[in-house]
């Protein structure tokens, strides 16, 4: 079950996902052990569901990626939800 979420309209998404994931680890976002871009492009994560200008809004949909022990889902509403990932 992905848990919390951080919605803050004037921050990208690749930003929302290095806060969330620090504040589950209870640390600073520059604190964290693995850069965000060795597991996603953040540009591409800011970037999908961007609306273009004469496109159709991209309203709808989940991006899924592992990132410092946590499966991370970014949704369409810019939402950013943690699941720390079990150890097998």
């Known amino acids: ?3 919390g979420g951080v919605t803050v309209s004037h921050m990208s998404i ?3 996902v290095l806060e969330r994931v620090a504040e589950a680890e209870g640390r600073d976002s520059t604190e964290l052990d ?4 060795e597991v996603v492009d953040p540009d591409a994560l800011d970037a ?3 609306s273009t200008e004469n496109g159709p ?4 949909g989940t991006v899924d990626f592992e990132y410092q ?3 991370v889902r ?3 509403e810019g939402d950013v939800l943690l699941r720390e990932r079990s150890e097998a």
């Open 69 to 71: 022990g946590y499966s």
């Open 34 to 37: 693995e850069p965000l871009f």
């Open 74 to 76: 970014v949704t369409a």
């Open 48 to 50: 999908i569901f961007e």
């Open 57 to 60: 809004d991209r309203n709808a």
């Open 14 to 16: 690749s930003k929302k």
């Open 1 to 3: 079950m992905f848990s």
